[in-house]
């Protein structure tokens, strides 16, 4: 079993210190302002919780008699890092076996003697396969839970490494086309987990961060896949049993990598801690397995209409950063002849900045809850950074592409475990995987046609033309993204069971008032107490 922190209590209150307000509110714990209210403003910490909220806050203290010390006890699992991390890397060799071949347009068309649509192909099968098969991956995450789901996406991106060992010959573009499509499989029980290991293993001050984390090990992953096979498999289009040798040096080192990775899987990863990490967790493992309802689930989402909106949007965004890593070898080349190694590098400055974009933004969401105003603002400047790189692709200057692509990537990149973590807070309490999966198959689609179209324009007008395509489209995921209702579930029902504790704590606190001077003296600190946080609202207000 998982090593647990020593107090659960501690841990909640180390866990909550980050939303407290600041010293002289130390005096009565368990107030926590509220950042966001249902329309997307700010209100006071004061103000009642939302109507969902509420009944599940204290019928969690009923359950337990109405005292708040006999409530399901939280606390935080050391293994929650280990499990964070093994995902992470095996999520990273997956994005690695994704952008391999696409980086390398130009090669590997040479080496196989396809055109560069089947080479494309080799990208676009993820997001063709992802698209049918996320509905039962859903469902066998919610039904089987979360280990198995894990063990199948380790597993099968083993095998597809493996498969690829065998096409190393000019006549087997059938046989790679096939391992890729195994990989693609093993995405569809990968990409939906972020979330969902976020929430179930990490405390509530640390939930964004966590699922940024895991969404960086894909983005990181894709930049080792800019970076590395271009260094690995130089062109060497007169002699194809040099190319044969150097594509056999990165098919079996991944394979090898991801076959330890899968064991490592299966020694680190459990259903859940013992313990939930957050009141919203808890109120969840609360039900019944039988009140749950995947058919209804997947109703409900649909019929939220927040949820659509950004299951739209959040679409457009990934789609669009989908079909730029795919022709990114593509565009550069066009213009900078002999480039691919710089190709590659361009594209891993445009993941790394994207990845400390995530790291930010993850950070910001723990800090400040304020999940549509970040998400909207990400989304403007990745429209301003993809038409800024647009217009300057062309200049004949490497060096303004690789500060261009390193903006653009810091928006565009760093949006996507924002569009996870809204997408949780706006449908809470359906499931994790079950949003997720949504966004993701929404992601595949757009990516689809946006990679089909962009290259089309590409191959017969221009990359300008191509890239002023996906920004119109990422101008009407702004619009779609600025009618978004902001109604935070989970946290709400977090801080919901928070502000129930403080009002336990004064019933307690009522009758050892024994003397007059206590008394005024205990009525002085609520005076301050109020005080700080009316001062603390008109401050979140302005």
């Known amino acids: 079993t998982a090593e647990m922190v020593e107090e659960g209590g501690e841990e909640e209150a180390e866990g909550e210190s980050a939303e407290m307000p600041a010293a002289p509110l130390q005096r009565c714990n368990g107030f926590l302002p509220g950042k966001e209210a249902a329309g997307g403003g700010e209100q006071p910490a004061q103000a009642a919780p939302p109507a969902p909220a509420a009944p599940e806050a204290e019928a969690m203290l009923a359950a337990s008699g109405g005292r708040p010390e006999a409530r399901l006890e939280t606390r935080l699992s050391r293994r929650r890092l280990a499990v964070l991390a093994v995902f992470s890397c095996y999520s990273l060799v997956n ?15 040479g080496f196989y003697g396809v055109s560069f649509t089947q080479i494309d192909w080799l990208s676009m099968v993820y997001m063709v396969a992802y698209v049918p098969l996320i509905l039962p991956a859903t469902w066998l995450l919610d039904a089987r839970g979360l280990r198995l789901t894990a063990l199948l996406g380790a597993g099968l991106n083993a095998l597809g490494a493996w498969l690829k ?15 890729q499509a195994v990989c693609a499989v093993a995405q569809v029980f990968i990409l939906g987990l972020p979330s969902r290991i976020a929430s179930v293993w990490f405390g509530p001050t640390e939930v964004s961060t966590a699922c940024a984390v895991a969404v960086l090990g894909n983005q990181l992953g894709t930049a080792i896949g800019f970076l590395l096979p271009p260094v690995l498999v130089p062109n060497t289009p007169n002699d194809i049993d040099l190319m044969a040798h150097n594509i056999s040096i990165m098919f079996y080192g991944t394979a090898i990598v991801s076959t330890l990775l899968f064991f490592l ?25 039988e009140d749950y309802s995947y058919k209804q689930s997947i109703i409900n989402l649909f ?11 959040y679409g457009i965004m990934t789609g669009a950063f989908y079909s730029v890593s795919t022709l990114l070898n593509q565009m550069i080349v066009t213009h900078y002849e002999g480039e691919e190694v710089n190709a590659g590098r361009i594209g891993l400055t445009l993941v790394v900045a994207g990845m400390v974009g995530s790291i930010i933004c993850g950070l910001w969401l723990d800090y400040t809850k ?23 692709l062309d200049l004949g200057y490497l060096i303004v592409v690789f500060v261009t692509g390193g903006v653009l990537g810091f928006f565009m990149t760093g949006y996507l475990p924002l569009g996870f973590e809204f997408a949780v ?21 757009f990516g689809i046609v946006f990679t089909l179209v962009q290259g089309k324009l590409t191959t017969d007008y221009s990359p300008r033309a191509g890239n002023i395509f996906l920004c119109a489209w990422i101008f009407v995921g702004i619009i779609l993204t600025a009618l978004i209702k902001s109604d935070l579930r989970r946290h709400n029902v977090n801080s919901g069971i928070m502000n129930l504790d403080v009002k336990a704590d004064f019933r307690q606190l009522l009758p050892s008032l024994s003397s007059p001077q206590l008394a005024l003296d205990t009525l002085a600190d609520l005076w301050e107490l109020n005080m700080s946080l009316f001062h603390l609202s008109i401050r979140e207000e302005l």
Do not use: D, M
């Open 303 to 313: 019929r939220n209409i927040p949820f659509i909106l950004l299951l739209i949007s």
């Open 425 to 445: 807070e706006i449908t809470y309490p359906e499931s994790e995987g079950t949003s997720s999966g949504l966004l993701n198959a929404s992601a595949q689609i």
């Open 95 to 109: 994005a690695f076996q994704w952008i391999q071949y696409s980086i390398l347009s130009n090669v590997f068309a």
């Open 165 to 179: 060992c065998g096409s190393l010959a000019p006549q087997r573009y059938p046989l790679t086309l096939a391992a």
């Open 265 to 289: 899987t299966g020694v680190v990863f459990e259903e859940k801690p013992k313990y939930p990490p957050s009141h919203s967790q808890a109120v969840l493992q609360t039900k019944p397995p």
């Open 370 to 392: 304020t999940y549509k105003q970040t998400t909207l603002i990400v989304y403007i400047l990745s429209f301003i950074g993809l038409l800024v790189f647009t217009f300057t």
